[in-house]
């Protein structure tokens, strides 16, 4: 997939408030400080899409971005960040949850995981989660270009295995780096194959 167009549209405070339309979604979220706009920036080459900051959990709204005026990327806010307080935490975690179980828009929830990381209880809470309500979701496995490919390589396997417990078919995953667009067109692919079969299914 060629991304010729991606603009902001709006930044909701609730699902409500969300695009009024049917337009595929496919949402990224992740902890705090995992480089998420830094992912969405390279996904859609386009440098100042998603505003990236030196403070982690800057993003408090749900963030829509069209893109070739066909689907939206959401960027939602990032979850378990600490320096939040306990009442804003809760109407995130309100926030979010409406979003992923109530839009019927979307599609794919795109997990963002540092790679650099041991497994993090929060993110396995997440997925678990996601599981357990039957969202469809791929990991997104972030800063490629701060490990050795062995090492990269070593976590991943790391990470899936111990996903091994509990799921018996483990989801997809894909590695990727801002820096240097590993993963970029296995993401947009991945994308676009989903658009193709949402396309032959409204045909049905």
């Not at 830094?38 to 971005?65: D, E, Q, V, Y």
Request: hydrophobic share 40%.
């Amino acid at each position: 997939m060629e991304i010729k167009n991606s603009e902001f549209v709006i930044s909701a405070p609730t699902v409500g408030r969300c695009p009024n339309d049917n337009k595929a979604e496919y949402a990224f979220i992740g902890r705090s400080n995992v480089g998420k706009s830094s992912l969405i920036n390279m996904l859609c080459n386009h440098k100042g899409l998603a505003k990236t900051s030196a403070t982690p959990g800057k993003t408090l709204l749900i963030n829509h971005f069209i893109i070739n005026k066909e689907w939206y990327l959401v960027d939602l806010p990032g979850y378990g960040f600490a320096k939040r307080s306990k009442s804003v935490q809760q109407q995130l975690t309100q926030m979010i949850s409406s979003y992923i179980l109530q839009r019927r828009q979307l599609v794919c929830v795109f997990v963002l995981i540092d790679i650099r990381h041991a497994p993090q209880q929060i993110d396995r809470e997440f997925i678990d989660w996601l599981g357990e309500s039957s969202i469809p979701f791929v990991i997104v496995f972030t800063k490629a270009d701060k490990l050795s490919a062995a090492k990269a390589r070593q976590s991943v396997e790391s990470w899936m295995s111990k996903l091994e417990d509990r799921w018996e078919e483990l989801p997809s995953y894909f590695i990727t780096s801002a820096e240097k667009k590993t993963g970029r067109e296995e993401l947009l692919n991945y994308i676009d194959q989903i658009n193709q079969s949402l396309t032959v299914k409204s045909r049905q």
